[in-house]
């Protein structure tokens, strides 16, 4: 599964943060393998369809990947691997801003799974409790 959580990268946990690292990647590679911008929807959606979402705004996850980068320089990880967009069509390669229906809604879904997990996450490498991460997240940008 890969999951583009697009508030700001400073409010995600370390295992978020982590792992949208390495999705943004998969993303690319998806993108590659195949280029055809076909059935990708027009809004911002969760589930079925979000990794179409995201296949024509390269340059928007280009961008994230690099706040996400210099985000995990600033607690001590050492992300090495960075996204090209040589070699990718004209047409893949789009920004985008999210609306605040969209913050919403993953605001809502990271919520959703820090839930399902309240003791697995850390932030800086400490352990948080629940609410702590929660409120982190209903205040992000």
């Known amino acids: 599964m890969v999951r583009i959580n697009i508030i700001n990268p400073k409010y995600l946990s ?4 982590l792992a949208e690292y390495y999705e943004i990647l998969m993303l690319f590679g998806y993108a590659k393998k195949y280029p055809e ?35 995990m320089s600033k607690r001590g990880f050492s992300p090495k691997i ?8 004209k ?11 969209d913050l919403k809604a993953i605001k809502e ?5 820090l839930k399902l997990k309240p003791d697995f ?7 948080k409790c629940l609410k702590y991460l929660i ?3 209903k205040n992000a940008k």
């Open 109 to 113: 879904r990271i919520i959703y799974k």
């Open 82 to 89: 960075k996204p090209e967009l040589k070699g990718y069509k």
């Open 37 to 71: 911008p076909k059935q990708i929807p027009e809004k911002y959606v969760l589930g079925k369809g979000h990794i179409k979402f995201f296949k024509n705004k390269l340059r928007y996850l280009e961008k994230r990947h690099e706040e996400i980068r210099a985000e």
């Open 91 to 101: 047409e893949l390669l789009n920004g985008w801003s999210p609306s605040r229906n």
């Open 135 to 137: 409120n982190m997240i």
């Open 121 to 127: 996450y850390k932030y800086y490498g400490n352990k």
């Open 14 to 17: 370390d295992q978020h943060l």
